[in-house]
């Protein structure tokens, strides 16, 4: 069943009826400014940290659910009915209902009482304020009398002291208006340089600035006492619940239109400038009245919405491809490189899912989100890898998160989760294949940012290939530390108190717990180290790092294999994890696709896949773990947490899945990848959207495992290293065009049914026209290879970089 459709044309996804089963979402916003917005107009705006600059307010675990947002409400001055154009919160019966969320935009239209209204939300690119763009038209043939009234309520800034604090939070809001325009300025007096406005492009009758004044005593916003009276009361917020609400009156001729634009934004005053007149302790409006009255006019925001447009053509351009599967297209041209953006962009901070006061950015999530993101805007994903490097302890460790307003790793959560560091190599050496900008190894960045402690990039990533070997534990496996890649692997914390913290208890030494993740991990870093080394002119270098990789290998063929597929870890007591001889938890997803990835051992890669498709794969994707965990262990910790086949304990854990896919391709079963592919593709299950029930335009975390009731079901959509890990997958692996050092190189891996594809990438400086045909029916190999109508040798692509289009003829057999 679907509750809406694709229109790849437009690049949007169109909703047809607005109680979809769980809200379904988009984010507006790009750089700095960045909003969610749900299918009925919920969710919520921040500056740059969801939790540290959280412009308007939203209550998260709410009921009724996703109760918040950008509201308008429509007031019929005849007959008294009012409504929200959007459906929520009023929920009124609409006659017809749209949302189509774009890239970066979402436009909610529907008609009510012959009334029709459309929505269009965006930020303008470069902007740190957001524009609502309505138009309300009378369908009717008789002249209308309309009320309109916009709501926002404001968010006190720091989003967890404000969903806590209230002791002293209900004593310190403040508004100011003038003109119009409400002014957020919520402890401007004090230390803060920053506030928030909320303008309007009609002249207003009225406005709110207090929440009680506005609902009325002991009311929700689906009846506010002020649209059912018609009547505002011009409140001036002190304490309590600052909100943002004008009114104003329309009157429509049959047929006629009208448009009003509200501009919703943040600005900040220069510290000795926060006042005017100086010496008063009234907001300073001088600098920002200018852009408001800017983005209060129709052209404007009409040339900034082609912006906005010309924008994401420049992002998207940059690899469109031409398939004989339809899902595979839209995957790769629209959404799934736009979710590469939005984690890139928010990493797992904000989302449905995440409250935007949890986690701030993940070093390992980060990094790999890079994967899939490098492409888009080199020059940015070049500052993140900064950043990230800079949160690096001196012992080459990294704390595991790190607030995006301040740069500054977590303390909370500190570091030792083991895998951190090798990630950092991994997405430094994508970007380097990507851009060959070298000059990256020698940028100068300080460890825990301790101004005094600069080196170069380049001894940052050595120092992450030696974490590992300075840790490695008695079978000569990497020690596992707090968690690897998987979080809920908890071997060194042994809790037995009710609510601590998996993550960050430790109640061993930590010398024991040895990881075959992380020593794939160790290979793949430690060889993408030589190669760098090997292209920087250092030999020996290269040639010590080879070493220590083939070591590993050998290590994992004596201690890391269990016969018929790839061992997961050793616990506390040296007990076998993922093994045949475990009575639960017999065989895990993660070292199967990481040690293939790895080039441990073709036979045993073979093995191990055919393991995965006996036991983990399903007709929903293929399960992190098998069997599930039926009890708590002490010994593994929260993995064992979850209900069998949630979360981390056999869900299909969908950031895993294209690891397989990238083996398969890697071994060459072109059909077995895409199949896998397929399985997860949020596209291609669009049609069972009443059982995976999250959004079918972007990958979720999870999808409920074959031991849950509710296998199939989707959780957790949006910020998952699922959309640069499959995105990887599909566009590089199994489309083959992959990004090298030394150019971009050509290795399709596809079903023998595929007669052929097209693929266009804009790749250090110019663009490929890449034609691949497929006339023997294989999976994998090429047998000659055109550019520009004379043959080459090499599967590398010369580089060119001359701003021209190169066509590229590739056949494969
Ligand atoms: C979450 C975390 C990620 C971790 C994964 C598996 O997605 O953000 O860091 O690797 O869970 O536990
Ligand atoms: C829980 C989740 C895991 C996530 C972690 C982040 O352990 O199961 O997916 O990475 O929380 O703190």
Redesign the pocket.
């Known amino acids: 069943m679907q509750f809406g459709y694709f229109d790849d044309q437009n690049r949007e996804y169109v909703i047809t009826q607005p109680d979809t089963p769980l809200p379904w979402i988009n984010y507006l916003g790009a750089q700095d400014y960045f909003g969610l917005i749900s299918n009925t107009a919920g969710g919520y705006s921040f500056y740059q940290d969801a939790r540290l600059r959280r412009l308007t307010r939203y209550r998260y675990n709410n009921v009724p659910t996703d109760m918040g947002g950008r509201y308008i409400y429509l007031r019929d001055t005849e007959s008294g009915e009012f409504w929200s154009p959007t459906w929520m919160p009023t929920r009124s019966e609409l006659e017809d209902y749209t949302c189509r969320h774009g890239m970066g935009y979402t436009v909610i239209a529907s008609t009510k009482a012959d009334i029709h209204a459309e929505i269009r939300y965006f930020v303008p690119p470069g902007q740190t304020l957001e524009i609502w763009d309505m138009t309300v038209t009378n369908k009717s043939d008789r002249v209308r009398e309309l009320s309109a009234f916009s709501c926002i309520e404001f968010c006190l800034w720091d989003a967890l002291d404000d969903s806590s604090n209230f002791q002293r939070n209900l004593n310190i809001g403040e508004a100011e208006v003038e003109d119009g325009v409400i002014y957020h300025k919520t402890e401007y007096r004090e230390r803060r340089n920053h506030f928030t406005y909320f303008a309007c492009s009609e002249p207003i009758l009225g406005f709110e600035t207090q929440r009680e004044a506005f609902l009325g005593p002991y009311r929700g916003w689906e009846n506010p006492q002020v649209v059912e009276n018609d009547q505002t009361s011009n409140s001036l917020q002190v304490g309590w619940s600052p909100v943002g609400v004008h009114h104003m009156r329309l009157s429509l001729a049959p047929g006629e239109k009208k448009r009003i634009i509200f501009v919703l934004g943040y600005h900040e005053n220069p510290i000795d400038e926060k006042f005017f007149p100086p010496g008063t302790q009234t907001l300073n409006k001088n600098k920002v009245r200018p852009i408001i009255d800017k983005f209060l006019k129709p052209d404007a925001v009409d040339a900034a919405f082609s912006d906005l447009e010309e924008m994401w053509d420049e992002f998207l351009e940059v690899m469109q491809v031409d398939t004989a599967n339809p899902h595979v297209n839209r995957m790769v041209n629209i959404w799934n490189a736009y979710q590469c953006m939005v984690t890139f962009n928010l990493s797992?901070s904000a989302s449905y899912f995440e409250s935007g006061i949890?986690?701030g950015m993940?070093f390992r999530d980060s990094n790999q989100d890079l994967l899939g993101f490098v492409q888009m805007v080199p020059d940015r994903a070049r500052q993140r890898i900064l950043d990230l490097a800079a949160t690096q302890l001196e012992s080459g460790g990294a704390y595991h998160q790190y607030q995006p307003l301040t740069k500054r790793g977590n303390d909370a959560?500190g570091s030792n989760f083991n895998d951190d560091p090798a990630w950092m190599v991994l997405s430094t050496a994508a970007y380097l294949k990507e851009t060959a900008d070298c000059s990256i190894l020698d940028a100068l960045v300080p460890y825990e940012n301790k101004p005094g402690t600069e080196t170069p990039l380049l001894e940052h990533l050595e120092r992450c290939v030696q974490y590992t070997l300075d840790n490695i534990g008695p079978h000569g496996l990497p020690l596992i530390g707090r968690a690897d890649w998987n979080?809920?692997l908890n071997l060194n914390t042994f809790s037995a108190t009710p609510g601590e913290s998996?993550?960050t208890t430790t109640n061993q030494d930590g010398k024991n717990a040895e990881s075959t993740v992380i020593a794939a991990l160790f290979i793949m870093a430690a060889r993408e180290l030589a190669h760098i080394k090997r292209y920087l002119k250092k030999e020996d270098e290269a040639a010590k790092l080879e070493k220590d990789a083939d070591a590993m290998v050998c290590t994992i063929h004596k201690y890391g294999w269990d016969g018929d597929w790839f061992l997961r870890a050793y616990d506390h007591f040296s007990e076998k994890i993922g093994s045949k001889t475990c009575a639960e938890g017999k065989i895990f997803i993660e070292s199967q696709g990481l040690c293939t990835m790895a080039g441990v051992d073709e036979e045993m890669a073979k093995k191990a896949l055919e393991a995965v498709r006996q036991h983990l794969a399903t007709e929903h994707g293929v399960v992190l773990l098998d069997p599930p965990y039926t009890s708590y262990h002490l010994q593994l910790g929260?993995?064992s947490s979850?209900p069998p086949g949630y979360?981390?304990n056999g869900s299909v854990?969908c950031h895993t899945n294209p690891w397989v896919m990238i083996s398969e391709a890697i071994l060459g079963y072109g059909e077995q990848a895409l199949d896998y592919y397929l399985r997860i593709c949020p596209s291609n299950r669009e049609a069972i959207s009443e059982i995976h029930r999250c959004e079918p335009y972007v990958y979720a975390?999870?999808i409920a495992g074959k031991a849950s009731d509710h296998f199939g079901e989707a959780k957790?959509s949006w910020l998952t290293g699922t959309a640069a890990w499959n995105y990887v997958a599909i566009t590089q692996w199994i489309l083959g065009i992959r990004p090298d050092y030394a150019g971009l190189r050509i290795d399709p891996c596809i079903p023998p049914s595929w007669e052929g594809f097209e693929v266009t990438r804009r790749y250090r400086g110019a663009t490929y026209h890449i034609q691949v045909s497929n006339p023997g029916g294989v999976s994998k190999g090429i047998r000659a290879i055109n550019v520009d109508g004379k043959p080459v040798e090499d599967a590398t692509l010369p580089v060119f970089n001359d701003g021209e289009i190169h066509q590229v003829e590739v056949v494969m057999g």
């Open positions: 797992r949890g986690r993940g959560v979080d809920c998996f993550q929260e993995i979850y979360k981390e854990f975390q999870t957790n």
